[in-house]
């Protein structure tokens, strides 16, 4: 059963930049496409980026330009370089990892990790 652990959350002024970590066991990583979710408060898990097993990334609408995601197929981890934060970014970032592409697209898994709590304020 995967494991996930997230990491690199915090209270950021808007503007500011945040690298999240997630760590990644329990699965052959680098068959796996991973994927970045954030849940704000009161609103439902959403899809931010995803990568497929070869790299290629998507990213939502809103996050284009300012967010990219990567991953370390050495290290079993993906990151989420966050740019120019907004206060609407507030929320509990969680990933998520699936052999197929398409689950990765959307945040429908039975399994999450703690999450990384990820606060745009002055």
């Known amino acids: 059963q995967v494991q996930l652990v997230e990491s690199g959350g915090g209270l950021v002024q808007p503007g500011g930049s945040l690298r999240l970590s997630c760590a990644v066991s329990g699965i052959s990583f680098s068959r796996n496409a991973l994927g970045w979710y954030r849940q704000a408060p009161g609103k439902q898990r959403e899809l931010v980026a995803s990568?497929?097993?070869?790299?290629?990334?998507s990213y939502a609408n809103s996050m284009k330009g300012r967010f990219t995601i990567s991953r370390d197929n050495a290290k079993n981890t993906v990151y989420l370089q966050m740019n120019t934060l907004k206060p609407e970014d507030t929320a509990v970032y969680y990933c998520?990892?699936?052999?197929?592409?398409?689950?990765?697209?959307?945040?429908?898994?039975?399994?999450w990790g703690q999450g990384t709590q990820v606060t745009v304020s002055s």
């Open positions: 990568i497929s097993s070869r790299g290629t990334t």
């Open positions: 998520n990892a699936d052999p197929n592409f398409l689950r990765v697209l959307r945040p429908n898994f039975d399994s």
